[in-house]
């Protein structure tokens, strides 16, 4: 089974696709982390991040080792990653290991921003996962705050807003719900809860249950 989930950043889809795949003893991959390590080259080599020739070879020379560097997780590179996640060729490298993630056994799941549009059209499942504008800036103030750095709310929130208009709005694989997806908004659920809805959409579409 292949279930896709996808969502704006700290909506909470990323916590949510490592416990179900626990859940259910698949795989799990944060796609958003393979265009975050891109963007973290160009970014240590002090490059142009909508240099196509040098973000292709960077994402070309990707080491999985590496995907667990904490410092890909910071704003920063966040934000450096929606830039680079919208050059076509970029895309076109990195589609075929999400594939083949996917397609080996003995299943996974996969988050990002189109997994469930792009990547895995016939994923089994397909999750949305939403949250408020700013409960996303608060959680994201948190994180930040417990890596030690230093982060302001309001700063947060104006970013937030810019990057998915940004991501929703790119040519290339726009930032949105697949036809057949479920949404969950978690906006008011803290992680278990988030947990269990996702849980239970998986268990429907299993047992061949309808559509809320």
Do not use: W
């Amino acid at each position: 089974m292949i279930i896709a989930i996808d969502g704006p950043a700290a909506s909470g889809k990323g916590t949510l696709g490592k416990r179900l795949a626990h859940h259910y003893g698949y795989r799990h991959l944060d796609t958003g982390v393979i265009y975050r390590a891109v963007a973290y080259a160009l970014l240590e080599a002090g490059s142009d991040l909508s240099d196509e020739k040098l973000a292709v070879a960077a994402a070309m020379e990707l080491d999985p080792e590496k995907f667990g560097n904490p410092v890909l997780k910071t704003q920063k590179v966040g934000d450096a990653a929606s830039v680079v996640s919208a050059i076509p060729k970029v895309r076109e490298v990195l589609i075929n290991f999400q594939r083949q993630f996917a397609a080996d056994p003995p299943g996974a799941v996969l988050d990002g921003r189109d997994i469930g549009t792009v990547i895995c059209p016939d994923a089994d499942v397909k999750i949305f996962v939403v949250a408020d504008p700013h409960v996303r800036a608060r959680r994201r103030t948190l994180e930040a705050l417990a890596r030690g750095e230093a982060a302001d709310e309001a700063a947060v929130l104006a970013d937030i807003l810019k990057r998915d208009e940004r991501d929703q709005n790119r040519a290339t694989a726009p930032l949105k719900a697949a036809p057949d997806a479920y949404l969950l908004d978690n906006s008011q659920l803290d992680i278990e809860s988030g947990v269990r809805a996702a849980i239970d959409i998986v268990e429907a579409v299993r047992a061949g249950r309808p559509r809320d």
